[in-house]
């Protein structure tokens, strides 16, 4: 019988990969061999194209000793002191969920919250960052509708409060728009878990759902890949369907599984299904193991062996338990409801095999599916159009002169797309659940208490600029961290670790490539200067239909401390006569600006610039002074520059202001220039605000006071705060409701 | 000695925890019970707490209503043991038959999480006589089935002899008919309703501190007695 081509190619392997598995087996591979190598090696297991850029988070990671775990497990593990560590990581699900928006985006928040129950904590807190097309393509109704009530269906579900995020419109998403969700997770210092199969003759327990035919093939042909004009629906048998139900039991179930040191390693199911995580486990313990496929409960007993082990079903768990705590094991499944299931064993032999029908299907080196699969140095090059890119500045764009056209202007971005309240997509989701929610949004970040028993907390954000990110890739990574860091400080905390989500085209192109090494570098030199090292992160390349690459669309993640939660400072204006002081220095930048691309449709010349020595003092300004209990209200200034600012402060509680503005009024109010916040204070404390400022080389500027219900711009306009608040909320609901 | 106020876990229930927390900090003993016991542990009032009692698969609090506990649930509330049901316990209280009327998706057919403002109607149960009759108060309401339905005859009735205990005010963020929030027994010992007292107990974490008075109420009748 002549030997008839394996089928490598559909599965998205390459001419050489497949080479290269025959080689390491010696021989060609089962059919369910080659199934689980051709997604562990996908692009979103393995990261073959982004690893030797990813390694720069190492090299260049600033001396901390926050670090508990580092990069290389399911989430880093950061100490906030008190005993208690948190692990948060944002990853995402833009492939699922534009082929089914609600499924996608709900499985997005649930793979999310598996990775940091499988580190050992207790999930407290969930964010999610959402791209779409324009808010009126015709696609964004059923995408938004969709990805939010998804990703409020399962985290409400799950009793997860959702403490903020992003919404953005721009049309490069329409073909591809982005889903990335975090999650934050707490524990004791001893009781993080690994990831690790070890100790011969221990048991495999599969615990959770069933495993049905759904998600096959979800990281290799369909996150790895790229859309064609017609390949979206085609593609929904890939997408996972979540019960978010069932993960409340599992985390439930786990949880007092590790509370009773029931388990010696854990691993969830996620990408790749049962292949990841016996192999993972297996390759990182440094061991063998034995899987009986047939013992795996299955949703339909005709099955196959490749559909079961590629499955991406999900709410399962795989644990490893020592043989005489499985009783106990099971049995605490059982009092949860969640079913468990012995399911093989870990051995000495260093093999990975798996057995079917009484057949050993698979029989490979755990480490050759984990983590020695293709590494690339993929070409890259600056793209053609960037230089002309970055030479159409916006110069010439006519600006507003007159006050009324700057009550205008001012008016016309508080009620664009992206700078419109996120109330509609908000109130859809839980903020409250658990009872540990002291900021969530509107304000600039989320803050949660860890722990009924202490005043800790931590506070988040999630920010990014595709914008920025495509007419300078390495200064958007950059803005995009000096947001997210600036947002955590606003509240008073004290950053202390970055995740990330690196969204980006296909990386076979090399101008995405170079757009993704420049964010990379800009990325790992900006958290080098803050002095924040990165956790752990996510990268998601193929994100573009047809040749078209979205932008590149770096999101980052900063996690802050708070030693004492009270002390928060929010975002809104809370009294009437609080003196409102600007602090940073503002320059004349509008590129990539909200003003430029809503009044102007432009998107040309350079980005602010990133200014992260300044950041880290105002940083550190704003620590103090909240400390220092001196701050009424902080929030930062960006998208829509201070003028967005002023609204977004004065409507949070109904509270207006008088301002005054320095130099040009237009670059005063809609500059987008970094390193800047809005505080207020009372009377008494505006000396030692002043002085803390000074100390930290700060520029100020006195804006007014505030009170009243109008936002008056001294001897430029006055707007009251009711005609603000209709037009600022009508927008979402307008084109989404 | 202070009162034992128990609150039941069922697989699903989410806001259990924050429900046990609003118990100590009204000064009373917290007790956990779980729903596949037939034991109250002695409890001198019970919580049926927020959440998605297994997945609301059927109908909201429809498979909760049949939970063994409930059967003890029912039969000491016939007898007089203060009941306190919020969101999905309000859910199962209806579905048990302990309240009349049923919960149903809400008329914008979204989740709605918003600070909400109440009217307290029944300040005579033994969930809210810390309340002043027509006081209002703030508490978060958070849910996807929350819309209040029953015949007109019943809502007659309700309204007829004050069984209405809270009603929104400013916005009806559900579409519940007669704005109705919460409703009680004859008795005044079961009150059920869909706003979360326990997310109102401290300003730092919630709007305000309006729902600890439930709490504080139950405990000084139980005290008193």
Redesign the interface.
């Known amino acids: 019988m002549t030997e008839t081509e394996q089928p490598y190619a559909e599965l998205g392997l390459k001419d050489d990969e497949y080479a290269r598995i025959c080689d390491i087996l010696g021989r060609r591979p089962s059919d369910t061999e080659l199934a689980m190598y051709s997604v562990m090696w996908s692009e979103h297991c393995s990261y073959k194209s982004s690893k030797v850029h990813l390694r720069q988070f190492g090299e260049k990671a600033p001396e901390t000793d926050v670090l508990l775990v580092g990069m290389g497990e399911n989430a880093g593990v950061v100490d906030v002191g008190d005993g208690l560590a948190v692990t948060f990581k944002v990853e995402s699900h833009n492939h699922p969920s534009y082929v089914e928006p609600y499924q996608g985006a709900a499985t997005g928040v649930g793979g999310i919250v598996r990775d940091i129950l499988t580190m050992g904590a207790r999930p407290i807190a969930v964010m999610d960052s959402l791209r779409f097309g324009e808010i009126d393509h015709p696609d964004s109704r059923r995408l938004v509708s969709g990805v939010v009530a998804g990703v409020g269906g399962y985290g409400n579900c799950l009793g997860l409060p959702n403490i903020g995020g992003e919404v953005v419109f721009d049309p490069t998403y329409a073909g591809n728009p982005l889903v990335n969700a975090l999650c934050l997770g707490v524990m004791r210092h001893d009781q993080i878990q690994l990831a690790r199969a070890e100790g011969a003759g221990n048991k495999v327990v599969l615990l959770g759902a069933k495993t049905g035919r759904d998600g096959i093939g979800g990281v290799s042909v369909l996150a790895s890949a790229t859309f064609n004009e017609d390949g979206g629906p085609s593609k929904r048998p890939s997408v996972q369907v979540g019960d978010p139900f069932t993960e409340k039991v599992v985390i439930e179930c786990c949880l007092e599984l590790f509370e009773r040191g029931l388990v010696t390693g854990i691993q969830d199911l996620g990408g790749a299904g049962l292949s990841c995580a016996t192999s993972e486990t297996a390759s990182h313990g440094g061991s063998g193991m034995t899987v009986d496929l047939d013992l795996v409960p299955l949703r339909e007993p005709s099955m196959s062996p490749v559909e079961v082990i590629t499955s991406e079903s999900q709410e399962r768990m795989l644990a490893i338990v020592e043989p005489g705590d499985v009783d106990e094991v099971l049995a605490l499944c059982a009092h949860w409801g969640v079913l468990a299931t012995v399911i093989g064993e870990v051995t000495d032999s260093g093999r990975l095999e798996v057995r079917w029908h009484g057949e050993v299907v698979v029989d490979v080196p755990p480490a050759s599916l984990a983590d020695e699969g293709p590494v690339y140095e993929r070409p890259y090059a600056r793209p053609d159009d960037q230089d002309a890119l970055q030479a159409d500045s916006t110069d010439a764009l006519v600006r507003p002169a007159t006050g009324d056209e700057l009550a205008e202007t001012l008016l016309r971005l508080a009620s664009s797309p992206n700078l419109a309240s996120r109330r509609w997509v908000t109130e859809q989701y839980d903020r409250y659940v658990l009872g540990g929610t002291v900021l969530a949004m509107p304000h600039d970040s989320g803050v949660v208490r860890l722990v009924d028993d202490s005043d800790r907390g931590v506070a988040l954000s999630l920010d990014g600029n595709g914008r920025y990110a495509r007419l300078d890739p390495y200064a958007g990574a950059q803005l995009a961290l000096s947001e997210a860091y600036r947002n955590v400080s606003t509240s008073g905390a004290r950053p202390l670790a970055v995740t990330n989500c690196l969204n980006f085209g296909s990386p076979e192109d090399p101008a995405v490539m170079w757009q993704f090494a420049e964010a990379t570098r800009g990325l790992a030199d900006g958290c080098a200067e803050l002095g924040v090292p990165v956790t752990g992160g996510n990268v998601s390349f193929y994100n573009q239909t047809g040749a078209t690459a979205i932008h590149p669309t770096p999101v980052v993640g900063v996690l802050g401390v708070l030693d004492d939660v009270n002390r928060r400072v929010p975002s809104g204006f809370v009294a009437a006569g609080d003196v409102v002081i600007l602090l940073g220095e503002t320059y004349d930048e509008f590129g990539g600006s909200e003003w430029a691309w809503v009044v102007h449709g432009h998107l040309g010349g350079r980005p602010p610039m990133p200014r992260l020595s300044a950041e880290r003092q105002l940083s550190d300004a704003l620590q103090a002074a909240a400390a220092d209990g001196l701050l009424t209200c902080a929030h930062d200034v960006s998208d829509g520059g201070l003028g967005q600012t002023l609204v977004e402060a004065a409507l949070l509680n109904g509270i207006g202001a008088t301002v005054t503005l320095d130099g040009d009024p237009f670059v005063a109010l809609f500059s987008e220039s970094a390193a800047r916040a809005v505080v207020t204070c009372r009377d008494a404390d505006v000396d030692r605000l002043l002085e803390i400022a000074a100390g930290h080389d700060l520029a100020v500027s006195r804006l007014g006071r505030t009170g009243g219900d109008a936002l008056d711009v001294t001897g430029q306009f006055t707007l009251p705060l009711e005609r603000l608040r209709e037009t600022h909320e009508a927008t979402l609901p307008r084109h989404l409701a | 000695m202070t009162a034992r106020i128990g609150v039941i876990t069922f697989?699903?229930s989410?806001?259990d925890?924050?429900a046990l927390?609003a118990v100590r900090l009204a000064g009373a003993e917290p007790v956990s019970l779980w729903h596949g016991d037939h034991d109250l542990r002695g409890v001198d009032a019970a919580v049926l707490p927020?959440?998605?009692s297994?997945?609301?698969?059927l109908r909201a609090g429809a498979i909760a209503s049949f939970a063994p506990i409930m059967a003890e649930v029912v039969a000491a509330a016939r007898d007089g043991l203060p009941v306190l049901g919020i969101c999905n316990g309000f859910q199962v209280l209806c579905e048990a038959g302990l309240l009349p009327g049923a919960l149903i998706r809400n008329a914008g057919l979204?989740?709605?999480?918003?600070d909400q403002r109440l009217r307290v109607e029944a300040a005579d149960t033994a969930w809210t006589s810390e309340y002043a009759a027509g006081a209002e108060i703030v508490v978060?309401v958070?849910n996807?089935e929350g819309r209040y339905v029953a015949d007109e005859s019943t809502l007659d009735e309700l309204e007829a002899t004050g069984r209405v205990a809270f009603r929104y005010v400013g916005g009806n963020p559900n579409g519940a008919l007669r704005d109705i929030a919460g409703i009680r027994n004859e008795a005044g010992n079961v009150v059920g309703l869909m706003p979360?007292p326990?997310?109102a107990i401290d300003p730092?974490?919630?709007p305000s501190a309006d729902g600890l008075g439930m709490f504080v109420s139950v405990l000084k009748q139980l005290t008193a007695a």
């Open positions: 697989p699903g989410l806001d925890r924050d927390r927020g959440g998605f297994y997945g609301d698969y979204h989740f709605v999480c918003r978060p958070k996807g979360h326990e997310h730092l974490t919630g």
